[in-house]
C-alpha cells in the first residue's frame, strides 16, 4: 500500500545551519507530494507541494524536489531560524486513494540561537 | 476570509460516553475531510465528504460516523469512547474531491481526552 517514511526526530540544531529532512515514499501511480508543518497547539499548514516528477516545490525558504526515481522529497532549507521550530510532515495524495492524505510520522526540528 | 473552524477545542469524556466533533470548512469549500493524529504521530484519515455523500473512509472502527451538512460544515461522531480513541482531531476542507494538486487546509483541531 502507499506510505510515507521520515527520518526520525528530533533534529537539533544552531540558527543558520543547513537543514535536510529526509522523506521517501512508496505509492502506485504519480501521488502529489507535500510538506505541511505544524507549530505547537495548532493544526497543520501547507509548506509546499509538488505535483509530478522533477517538479520543486518552495516556499519560505524552503524547498523540495519531486524525485521519482529514488522516490524521494527531501526538504531543505539553507539558513534555518528560531522561529522555523515545529514539527515538518511528509504527505503524499495518490489517485489511487482519492484525495485522502497519507502522512509520515513527523519530524521534530528544534532550532537554537 | 476565514480558515477551517473546530468546536470545541478541547473536550474531556469517560470510557463508553459518545463525543460530538465540528468543523466548519472554508467558505467555497466542498469537501470535508478528517483525521486523527494520536500524540507523537502522524494524521491518519477517517473520512471524506463531498457534497454531503461519503467520498472515502479509512481504517476506523463502525463507532466511527460522520455527516455532511446542506452549508457544508460536518460532524463527527464517536461512539462507545475508549481510551485509545484520545488524540487531536483535524478537519480539513478543499475545493473539491478528484483533483489531485487541490492542497487541504487544516483546522487547529479538537483535543479529545478520555479518562
Known amino acids: 500500500g502507499n506510505s510515507v517514511t521520515q527520518m526520525e526526530g528530533p533534529v537539533t540544531l544552531s540558527e543558520e545551519a543547513f537543514l535536510t529532512i529526509n522523506c521517501t515514499y512508496t505509492a502506485t501511480g504519480y501521488p502529489s507530494l507535500f510538506w505541511y508543518v505544524q507549530y505547537p497547539g495548532e493544526g497543520l499548514q501547507l509548506l509546499l507541494k509538488?505535483?509530478?516528477?522533477?517538479d520543486k516545490g518552495s516556499n519560505k525558504g524552503f524547498e523540495a524536489t519531486y524525485r521519482k526515481e529514488t522516490t524521494s522529497f527531501h526538504l531543505e532549507k539553507g539558513s534555518v531560524q528560531v522561529s522555523d521550530s515545529a514539527v515538518y510532515f511528509c504527505a503524499l495524495r495518490s489517485n489511487q486513494a482519492g484525495t485522502a492524505l497519507i502522512f509520515g510520522k513527523g519530524t521534530t526540528l528544534s532550532v537554537s540561537s | 476570509d476565514a480558515g477551517v473552524t473546530q468546536s470545541p477545542t478541547h473536550l474531556i469524556k469517560t470510557r463508553g460516553q459518545h463525543v460530538t466533533l465540528r468543523c466548519s470548512p472554508i467558505s467555497g469549500h466542498k469537501s470535508v475531510s478528517w483525521y486523527q493524529q494520536v500524540l507523537g504521530q502522524g494524521p491518519q484519515f477517517i473520512f471524506q465528504?463531498?457534497?454531503?455523500?461519503?467520498?472515502g473512509r479509512g481504517n476506523f472502527p463502525d463507532r466511527f460516523s460522520a455527516r455532511q451538512f446542506p452549508n457544508y460544515s460536518s460532524e463527527l461522531n464517536v461512539n462507545a469512547l475508549l481510551l485509545g480513541d484520545s488524540a487531536l482531531y483535524l478537519c480539513a476542507s478543499s475545493l473539491g474531491v478528484t483533483a489531485l494538486n487541490q492542497p487541504q487546509h487544516f483546522g487547529d483541531g479538537t483535543r479529545l481526552s478520555i479518562l
Open positions: 509538488a505535483t509530478k516528477a522533477d
Open positions: 465528504y463531498y457534497e454531503k455523500e461519503e467520498r
